[in-house]
């Protein structure tokens, strides 16, 4: 049976809305709501309360064979990973949890890129410019699918889906989904889910991984881009929800 940190959340249907209060409720859905329906099931999405499900070994549904392309124009698979540990971030610009969870992710992809961990963003319901100028302003040394439809998200429906903007999954050297975080989640959450799988598949003592936090100026980098962003707050947000999607 799958581990799951908190109770399992009541998921309640709301009628049709119209196109401007749809995007309202989106925006705020991504802070903490209750359920929206943008259409139909498979465009479904929760608020999140970073509450994570852990799969053991023998228990794990395998990730579907989905392919994207990257701000660059290059084209990645969920396969191309096998071998490695991925953490799949979905996530959007204008999503105030998803900005607060960047150092945590730039953090961790830090750490345990020796361990056979490596990183990859799916950028969805967003503008391709406005994702683009977020990842450059952070400093995002992984790359990011551009999904504009969140084609992938629906794509593991029949598994585990990742049904909240943030949403993490983390997937072993298989290709089987080990975890699910819905919400943003944190360094000693993010960290607890791959220790073990660092150790499952033999890539090393992650109680050896070098620790970004110890090192001089760690978090000045961090401050000043927390204040740019709250500058450009209201812009990434309006981009969203006046349907502008390149």
Not at 78 to 105: M, T
Request: with cysteine; hydrophobic share 35%.
């Amino acid at each position: 049976m799958p581990c799951t940190s908190t109770g399992t959340r009541r998921r309640r249907a709301v009628p049709r809305l119209s196109a401007a209060l749809a995007a309202v409720l989106a925006l705020s859905a991504c802070a903490g709501g209750t359920e929206i329906q943008t259409g139909g099931e498979e465009d479904r999405f929760i608020s999140g309360d970073g509450s994570a499900t852990v799969f053991e070994a023998g228990e794990r549904d395998a990730a579907p064979a989905t392919t994207g392309t990257t701000f660059d124009g290059d084209e990645l698979s969920l396969s191309d990973y096998e071998g490695e540990i991925l953490v799949l971030n979905v996530w959007a610009s204008w999503c105030g949890p998803c900005r607060a969870e960047q150092p945590v992710l730039d953090e961790v992809h830090a750490e345990y890129g020796d361990f056979g961990v490596d990183f990859l963003g799916v950028n969805i319901k967003d503008n391709e410019t406005a994702a683009i100028a977020y990842t450059n302003s952070k400093g995002v040394l992984y790359p990011s699918l551009y999904d504009q439809p969140g084609e992938i998200p629906q794509a593991f429906r029949g598994t585990v889906p990742p049904r909240a903007i943030p949403s993490t999954l983390v997937i072993d050297p298989d290709g089987n989904i080990a975890a699910r975080v819905i919400g943003p989640t944190t360094y000693g959450q993010l960290t607890g889910l791959l220790d073990p799988l660092v150790v499952e598949f033999d890539f090393g003592d992650p109680e050896e991984r070098p620790r970004v936090s110890e090192k001089e100026g760690y978090g000045e980098d961090a401050e000043d881009s927390d204040d740019a962003d709250a500058d450009d707050s209201g812009d990434s947000g309006d981009a969203y929800a006046d349907g502008d999607d390149d």
